[in-house]
């Protein structure tokens, strides 16, 4: 007797330890799938993970791209091993990844809807929306609650969807304007004075052309919607309703801004290779090169001009207004995955590398914090970056509705291509892509 109850109890230890020890990832299979709208309850048990730890070590993995965690010397990898220092329970695995719509960001979605996925990952502050649709990140709007006023609007718009505050903004990217200042003085405009109006823009572009250069470009592989954007919102335009329930780019705004972008091309102020451009160095080069005098891009493309030593005297002016001043905001915000092991840890992570004392980290590349007290960034001491700080306050992040790619991917980018290359009509042309973008949006 006493034999079988010994071997009852053993029987019974080793089915309580092997129900304890399944998975890798907390035991978060339940609520943790990419299939849950809140992820409520994964947040919950999430949470008590970090309370139950015991003083073990949590362990997080941490998607970021590539190039911000090259090597040891990684102004990003060195703040991990002070958060390290300072949260001794807390490990942070990095994970450099590929910068990409296939091979980041839907490798995560299907990570996560298998039951798996990163802790934590850096996203592109267009994803946000479209990943807390699908529930493959949190919403962590009671946790920022004592932070959130530290943002900029801009940038709290990419992380907000329906009403909830699914990340934290990191980075802020508004674009300006880089120019050639040798070619505004040799075309008898001053350098001093940059466009500020579209009527001062198309006047600057039309005497910057002649002799084989051209006055702008636009990246036109893609059909220029990125491109376009600021000049959408300084009409007075806008892309959705305030529900973002139905597409508005039809408008007389609308029209007004497309026919004010792409009859530059028509003029011929834009190089005709300019149409065939799908990249931010194609635009670097051909500025480099002297072939533009003029472009729109982000703080991103300063390392790339001033690694060139560029053999001309250049700079960077604010977008220029038409009926207001506009331009568009890209960036990047950190998001925590659904089946993350330790919510609790993994927000004290995306809390303390986008707090003030971290700033310096964006510094070292180049890049602009979405905080409002981003001025005190040792960058700002260049003039030419802080056009780009002040560019935040009239900054305007894309729709946060999940079928945004779609609309500007199938819809936008074809109906553009469409009016620039054949010709087509502008009011009939974005009248029907009005159409497929509304049914995309109802079906949402």
Not at 82 to 95: G, S, Y
Not at 208 to 234: C, E, H, N
Not at 311 to 340: R, Y
Not at 372 to 393: A, G, H, L, R, Y
């Amino acid at each position: 007797m006493k034999k079988a109850v010994s071997l009852l109890l053993i029987f019974s230890l080793m089915l309580l330890a092997a129900c304890g020890g399944s998975g890798g990832n907390g035991g978060n299979s339940a609520g943790g799938s990419g299939n849950q709208k809140d992820g409520g309850s994964t947040a919950n048990q999430n949470s008590d993970v970090s309370q139950n730890s015991g003083g073990k070590t949590v362990e997080l993995t941490v998607w970021v791209y590539d190039y911000l965690a090259s090597d040891d010397n990684s102004p990003l990898v060195q703040a991990k091993k002070a958060f390290e220092d300072a949260n001794p329970n807390i490990k942070i695995n990095f994970q450099p990844t590929v910068y990409g719509t296939s091979s980041y960001r839907d490798k995560f979605i299907t990570q996560v809807n298998g039951g798996a996925g990163p802790d934590v990952i850096i996203s592109d502050v267009v994803w946000v929306p479209q990943l807390a649709s699908m529930g493959t990140i949190l919403p962590i709007t009671d946790k920022a609650q004592g932070v959130v006023d530290q943002f900029h609007e801009g940038p709290l718009q990419t992380v907000t969807y329906k009403g909830e505050l699914y990340g934290l903004p990191w980075e802020a990217s508004p674009m300006a304007i880089y120019y050639n200042k040798d070619a505004f003085r040799a075309a008898g405009l001053d350098p001093d004075n940059p466009p500020k109006t579209w009527q001062e823009l198309h006047d600057a572009a039309k005497a910057l052309t002649g002799g084989g250069k051209y006055g702008f470009a636009y990246m036109g592989g893609w059909g220029g919607s990125f491109d376009w954007l600021p000049f959408l919102w300084q009409a007075g335009g806008e892309l959705f309703d305030a529900e973002g329930k139905t597409a508005l780019f039809n408008s007389p705004e609308a029209v007004e801004s497309v026919n004010f972008l792409f009859g530059m091309v028509k003029e011929e102020l834009i190089p005709p290779a300019a149409l065939t451009w799908k990249s931010w160095d194609e635009l670097n080069s051909a500025f480099g090169a002297g072939l533009i005098a003029m472009y729109q891009s982000g703080a991103w493309s300063m390392n790339s001009l001033n690694s060139a030593n560029l053999s001309f005297d250049w700079g960077v002016f604010e977008s220029p207004a038409g009926k207001q001043q506009a331009t568009v905001l890209g960036g990047m915000d950190w998001v925590i995955g659904a089946n993350t092991v330790d919510a609790d840890a993994a927000y004290k992570w995306i809390e303390f590398i986008t707090n003030k004392e971290n700033m310096e980290v964006l510094s070292k590349f180049n890049r602009i914090s979405a905080r409002k007290d981003n001025t005190e960034q040792s960058i700002f001491s260049d003039p030419q970056m802080k056009v780009f700080i002040d560019s935040i306050k009239f900054a305007k992040a894309r729709p946060s509705t999940p079928v945004w790619t779609e609309v500007d991917y199938n819809v936008l980018q074809p109906a553009l291509l469409k009016i620039v290359h054949d010709d087509a009509d502008v009011q009939q042309t974005m009248d029907e892509a009005v159409k497929q973008a509304n049914e995309l949006l109802s079906a949402n």
